[in-house]
């Protein structure tokens, strides 16, 4: 028969060792910031949905899934896509979506990793009152390595709005 002292020691150590779960469970490792280079920015595509998109190219048979993008004066955007090793780098295309009026703008801000989620945090500006003419689809094209992320597989990449918060599109994608 056990003591009363014995079974108090063992529901503590029971407790202890609950407690301690739960404080490690909670801690988690920072999200990874994930480089990137930016390969275009363009004022118009003709991605023509009116919410944000977010587009994963991970190989050049998938460059087709990219709507047409307008490019800044002086850039041709096809010599630079056809130049991207893919086995090297993928392409991550954030759209703001068909816009009534001129003077949007979509920018990647940062890439950030957690576990298979990648974090895709914009800013997406809206014009004051007096915008130019134009139904604009701002795009922002960006080049990132894949070694740069930890691990290969399924990844939900998640494309936030800063000013919000908010998730306002989601991709998922498998890198190899």
Known sequence: MKKLGDVFK??????????????LAGCSSPPKE???ET?????????EQREPKLVV???ETELESLPM??????LDLDEILSRIDFSVYFLLGAFQGHQASGGHEIEI????QSGKKIKVRTKLT?????????TPSPCHLVRLKRTDLVGTGKFAFVLVDVSSGKEVAREVHTLQ
């Not at 063992?10 to 404080?23: E, F, P, R």
């Not at 390969?39 to 991605?47: E, F, H, I, L, Q």
């Not at 801000?109 to 950030?112: A, C, G, S, T, Y």
């Not at 809206?126 to 134009?134: E, F, I, R, Y």
């Open 10 to 23: 063992g529901a503590a150590g029971v407790l202890l060792l609950a407690g301690l779960a739960v404080t």
């Open 34 to 36: 994930i480089p990137f």
């Open 39 to 47: 390969v275009a920015k363009c004022p118009t595509s003709d991605y």
């Open 57 to 59: 190219v991970s190989e």
């Open 69 to 74: 993008l307008s490019p800044p004066y002086g």
């Open 109 to 112: 801000l940062d890439i950030q």
């Open 126 to 134: 809206v014009p004051d009152s007096g915008a130019t003419l134009g």
